[in-house]
């Protein structure tokens, strides 16, 4: 029997509306987690002024970001990269607590075990590192297909979509993951490609979001605008997972 798309729909907003508080509060705490430590990360304010020092906007309004960094001095250069990798870093790190807990969550869910948001992190522990390689590797490649040219960058996206699934459900290496996911992605094109889509769509929609949040302080807009990005790829990872478990019974 064809596995049907409006099955999968159903039973990810099914699942998503039963455990709706405990799937809010983790992409909240997640968010949390990952602000906390880009600001932690982040370099001071003193420093980041410098990155505006001898710089005006006339006179980078037509440089492209390349041309720009290199009129920045060593220091300005140097500042920017921290900064850069902080955020990096805490949404990295937030991702993986995000998908290792909520991956747990439904896995335990799913066998009627009930569980906490904090025991479900706990419990996802030994999956962490693993997941951690993973999402870094198909983040990169996916930012580099979308910087490169849009297209590879969306094809990239679809192929990986399932890796952290099978990883946690199949207790795969981060390759191996990948590789499984882009044959069965491929394979089920009609399925994926829809969901991530939208999954895409909707993560620059929130960047989006971003410019328009000047009403409330710096913090608590990160915090609420992560949240919804984390709500956003709960939503995904569900799907993806409720797929993956119908491919392998089928």
Request: no cysteine; aromatic share 6%.
């Amino acid at each position: 029997m064809p596995i049907m798309a409006s099955t999968l729909y159903r039973d990810m907003l099914n699942f998503f509306r039963n455990q709706f508080a405990s799937i809010v509060l983790l992409a909240l705490l997640t968010a949390l987690i990952s602000v906390v430590l880009g600001h932690a990360l982040s370099p001071g304010s003193e420093q980041l002024m410098t990155l505006s020092d001898g710089t005006h906007m006339g006179d980078t309004a037509d440089m492209s970001l390349q041309q720009l960094v290199q009129q920045m001095s060593v220091e300005q250069q140097r500042v920017l990269l921290k900064a850069s990798a902080a955020g990096t870093l805490a949404g990295l790190v937030g991702n993986v607590l995000l998908a290792g807990g909520l991956l747990t969550m439904i896995r335990l869910v799913s066998n009627r075990q009930p569980i906490s948001v904090l025991r479900a992190i706990g419990l996802s522990a030994p999956l962490l590192p693993r997941l951690l390689l993973l999402i870094f590797l198909t983040t990169l490649l996916v930012q580099l297909g979308l910087l490169l040219i849009i297209v590879p960058g969306i094809l990239l996206a679809i192929a990986f979509s399932m890796a952290p699934v099978i990883a946690t459900s199949d207790n795969l290496g981060a390759i191996k993951s990948m590789r499984l996911s882009a044959s069965l992605a491929f394979a089920n094109l009609r399925l994926l490609a829809p969901a991530v889509l939208f999954w895409l769509l909707a993560k620059a929609a929130v960047l989006l979001l971003a410019t328009q949040f000047t009403l409330v302080s710096s913090l608590v807009a990160a915090v609420l605008l992560n949240g919804l990005s984390n709500l956003i790829s709960a939503l995904l990872l569900i799907y993806l997972y409720r797929l993956y478990m119908l491919l392998r019974q089928a």
